[in-house]
């Protein structure tokens, strides 16, 4: 009986086991074309009128279907689900795919590090990475490289770039952010949408709004006042957007109340009404829209992946509940979108179809990774270590032979291949001998220390510990150091296993380096002391291993800067409760924050030092007069002081007249320039006078007249010792010039 009973469960479980494969095994069917071979180059005023032609054509059931992604049911989600979990890139999702019309589909990939559908594609260095280079024209060959490799994979619609504003660092997705500030959030994210959209493809930017706290994403309601929204978490959106970004994706939680994603005041008010957009917006996944007719009457045009509520609106006009009308309205914009975008040829002499990851990409993810990592502190010159000079090498921490690329969730990139930082040193120091300590006892460790030459000391965060939240039962509790499943960080201080491991080396040997790897703001305070020389490297993408090694042997300068603030502790900062269910966002975070309360950050935004040792000699406003509709010019000179070639990163930091309730300094112009031994180097900053208006409510600016400032500086807080002031009366403005001392070095 008992032989019985359990052959009887082998059987269930064998048949399980099937199913579950055939579930995930079974190819999935084969994507509709596209790009439409019949449209060539039009302009969008003839595809509007042809748009509306077509939706004349349209039965209502072929309207609603223009209106959802193209997952039928339930069970097909699951099993996309189950393949995304269990196989490398991900199934592609389409939407709207109308063969009898010639319509072409919305043929959807993620993500803002790559191409997250395609298996094999290049993983470039995180988001947050790439701000760092302060590097927009940099940023823009990334969103090229993005946009073509998607074409090639037969995607014609990226859900990049992710321009949510980092309010606080512990978001659990900071890292595919542009960080905290909107004006450098809004440089990258223009070039990075152009990038993306000159080879015809629909760059979607996300979310909007004010998504950036991860556990209760779905729930959380954010209540803002109209100002901070406009002034602070909305300018990047508008830049976007007036960039020509074809398509905007929502957000998941409320916004005042109501969902984003239904939210008639953020969809149809600011959007279309105010800012005069005319692409389409796109729901988040499965948790954006609840209420077809209230999606419908907000503006919400396509709910993806799939009809969740949208599969109800031929009833929904049949009973008179929806206007047919208003449907007409929405099919048409997302038909005339398809249709502009299926019309470009992309680039001329671009071949896209060539082989999806190829040697000039990977060698663009080793050179971002170059330009992104951050060198904090090089005491005593540590860095750079050339290879001849060094007979044997610790490297040290578990994720130095990890491939941790970040988060795992829909920004995950499944590259051909991933060059670990332990791999790029063996091979960039190939003379040396390599001893490689994972983990274990503290003795040992400093014992090897001491018989090394150089310490490398690798430490952080990987998606177990920050990222997209994708823990489907229950929820985490973040103050415990090791977490699982990516979620937001209440604690901004590093693992005790890591902090430990520094302390056991702290003053051991002078040649120590700690690799700090992660996606925003990390505390240090409580090690800093004890270590040489601190690399911020991110999560550097897949070759980020061999820039890394570039950068310790001196192959490679480090050229970023931080584009977020990292404060001494994590309660410098304004309240961050994961778990809340509600937020006010304030007028004040990052670097705002901290100046208004009067703390000093422990490295300032902007950040970052180089082996050039660049120091302003002068910087003064080169117009004599200035009106509103002017541009300021801030003519900076730069001069290097170190013996080697690097990067300097001026920047500009507005502050208003009182009467304008602005923050103290904001950023409004950066440049970065390469650096050459005792040369002087002359860089203007720009400031369109327009940018300077404040929000008046219900849509409208207005000007400040009075004393205003420009700071100018190598990173926020050395931008404070050097106030430029200007008065700008009713029409005209006067500068005074203004010499500044040589920058003190930090
Ligand atoms: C994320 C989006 C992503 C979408 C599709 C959502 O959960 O919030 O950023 O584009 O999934 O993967």
Request: one cysteine or more; a negative charge; proline letters at 6%.
């Amino acid at each position: 009986m008992l032989k019985k009973i359990f052959l009887g469960f082998l059987a269930l479980l064998a048949v399980f086991a099937i199913g579950v494969s055939l579930l995930i095994f079974w190819p999935a069917s084969t994507p509709p074309p596209p790009r439409m071979q019949a449209y060539s180059s039009l302009d969008y005023k003839t595809v509007k009128s042809n748009a509306a032609a077509l939706v004349e054509e349209m039965t209502l059931e072929e309207k609603a279907e223009q209106l959802h992604g193209d997952i039928g049911n339930t069970f097909q989600l699951v099993r996309w689900g189950l393949r995304f979990l269990t196989l490398p890139g991900r199934d592609i999702v389409n939407s709207g795919y109308n063969e009898r019309l010639n319509i072409p589909p919305i043929a959807f990939t993620d993500g803002p590090r790559g191409v997250a559908f395609e298996n094999g594609a290049t993983a470039y260095p995180v988001a947050m990475a790439r701000a760092a280079t302060f590097n927009p024209e940099l940023e823009r060959e990334v969103g090229s490289a993005i946009g073509i490799e998607a074409r090639r994979g037969g995607y014609n619609y990226i859900a990049s770039p992710c321009i949510n504003l980092l309010r606080h660092p512990g978001w659990g997705r900071a890292q595919e952010s542009y960080g905290e500030d909107p004006f450098l959030t809004e440089r990258m994210g223009v070039a990075h949408v152009n990038g993306i959209q000159k080879h015809g493809v629909m760059s979607c930017p996300k979310h909007f709004a004010l998504n950036s706290l991860e556990n209760r994403r779905f729930t959380v309601d954010v209540s803002i006042d109209e100002r901070a929204l406009h002034e602070v978490y909305l300018p990047h959106f508008k830049a976007v957007v007036d960039s020509g970004a074809a398509s905007i994706m929502s957000a998941y939680n409320k916004v005042q109340g109501e969902y984003a994603g239904q939210s008639r005041y953020l969809l149809e008010g600011v959007l279309r009404d105010e800012w005069g957009w005319q692409g389409f917006v796109t729901s988040d996944w499965i948790n954006g829209v609840y209420d077809a007719e209230a999606g419908i009457h907000a503006g919400m045009d396509i709910e993806m992946p799939w009809k969740k509520v949208y599969g109800e609106i031929p009833e929904l006009v049949k009973a008179g509940k929806i206007k047919e009308a208003r449907i007409d309205t929405l099919v048409r914009r997302v038909v005339a979108g398809k249709m502009f975008w299926a019309s470009r040829t992309g680039v001329a002499g671009t071949d896209y179809a060539a082989k999806l990851s190829t040697p000039d990409h990977k060698k663009l993810a080793q050179k971002v990774a170059e330009e992104a990592m951050v060198l904090l502190k090089n005491e005593g010159n540590v860095l750079p270590i050339a290879p001849a000079a060094v007979k044997n090498i610790l490297v040290v921490g578990p994720l130095a032979t990890a491939d941790n690329l970040g988060d795992a969730a829909s920004s995950k990139v499944d590259p051909e291949s991933i060059i670990t930082i332990l791999e790029g040193i063996t091979q960039v120091y190939n003379n040396a001998k390599i001893v490689y300590i994972e983990e274990g006892d503290m003795e040992a460790l400093k014992q090897a220390a001491i018989d090394a030459d150089v310490v490398i000391a690798v430490v952080g965060y990987s998606s177990d510990d920050e990222g997209e939240n994708i823990q489907m039962f229950g929820d985490r509790d973040p103050s415990q150091p090791t977490w699982g499943t990516g979620g937001d960080r209440t604690d901004l201080r590093l693992k005790r296993a890591d902090v430990a491991r520094l302390q056991a080396l702290s003053g051991v040997n002078l040649k120590t380096v700690a690799v700090v790897i992660g996606g925003s703001a990390i505390t240090m305070d409580e090690w800093i002391d004890g270590i040489p020389s601190v690399l911020m490297a991110w999560y550097p993408g897949e070759q980020g291993g061999l820039a890394l090694s570039r950068i310790l042997a001196g192959q490679a300068i480090p050229g970023g800067r931080l584009p977020v603030s990292i404060p001494r502790e994590t309660n410098r900062l304004p309240n961050f409760d994961p778990f809340a269910d509600t937020v006010t966002y304030g007028y004040y975070h990052g670097y705002t924050w901290l100046n208004k309360i009067e703390q000093e950050p422990r490295f300032p935004f902007g950040f970052g030092l180089d082996y050039s040792q660049p120091s302003i000699d002068t910087a003064y406003v080169a117009n004599e007069t200035l009106k509103w509709s002017d541009t300021l010019v801030i003519r900076v000179l730069i001069k290097g002081n170190g013996s080697r070639r690097g990067w300097a990163v001026p920047q500009a930091y507005v502050s208003w007249p009182k009467e304008a309730g602005r923050p103290d300094g904001v950023l409004q112009a950066f440049a970065k320039t390469s650096i050459m031994p005792g040369v002087s180097q002359q860089v203007d900053l720009e400031i369109p006078m327009i940018r300077l208006r404040n929000y008046a409510g219900e849509g409208n600016w207005e000007e400040t007249y009075g004393a205003y400032n420009v700071y100018v500086g190598l990173d926020e807080a050395d931008a404070r010792s050097r106030p430029i002031s200007f008065t700008l009366e009713e029409i005209v403005l006067t500068a005074e010039d203004f010499l500044s001392p040589t920058r003190n070095p930090r």
